[in-house]
């Protein structure tokens, strides 16, 4: 199905651009950093589903609609952005809390980071058609992203384990940790949202 070139430049682009740091890998180190290794662990692997989100929805065009409606771009940026703005709040607010069981889902929090960033479905929607066969392009794209998201999980399962070392318990890591969930919203949020 695939040209073993194509492949070839596939997956040296996809891993160039996972290693690049972005908003997903920062969340990752961060939450590992504040909640311990099995936080950022399972941070990476909703991260990864949320690839696999994104792939789907740029197979059937999803994608798309951010195209057609700006709109529909701006409210799921500032949806991502608020979510992204309540985990950092909560980690700011009672940085002295044990951390190992703040009460939320580390893999669903990935997931929902990833899901609610417009900007990785519309990269998914520019970089996978390119590289899907002509022959089924659907399918290809689907392909495409699975294999994108495994190289992703094993990436930032290392990020997120790595992290749980360097952070412990201590305020100063929760105190940076939120800093950085409200930075990456405002980055968001000043990146994607017309004024």
Do not use: C, K, W
Not at 43 to 55: F, P, W
Not at 99 to 126: E, H, I, K, M
Request: aromatic residues 8%; glycine residues 12%.
């Amino acid at each position: 199905m695939f040209d073993a070139t194509t492949l070839a430049v596939y997956l040296a682009a996809a891993v160039a651009l996972i290693l690049s740091p972005g908003p997903d890998t920062v969340y990752v180190l961060a939450r590992g950093a504040g909640d311990g290794r099995r936080a950022g662990v399972l941070s990476a692997l909703g991260v990864a589903t949320g690839v696999l989100v994104h792939t789907v929805a740029a197979a059937v065009g999803l994608a798309a609609l951010f195209g057609t409606f700006p709109a529909a771009r701006t409210v799921v940026v500032l949806a991502g952005a608020g979510y992204l703005s309540y985990l950092g709040v909560r980690t700011l607010r009672d940085p002295t809390v044990e951390t190992r069981d703040t009460g939320g889902n580390p893999y669903l929090q990935g997931l929902a980071v990833n899901v609610l960033n417009p900007q990785v479905a519309l990269f998914f929607l520019a970089f996978l058609p390119g590289f899907a066969p002509e022959s089924a392009p659907a399918v290809g794209m689907v392909l495409l992203g699975a294999l994108y998201a495994a190289i992703t999980a094993l990436y930032l399962g290392g990020v997120g384990a790595l992290s749980g070392h360097v952070g412990g318990e201590s305020r100063r890591t929760r105190l940076v940790s939120g800093v950085v969930l409200l930075a990456i919203a405002a980055y968001l949020v000043v990146t994607n949202v017309p004024l």
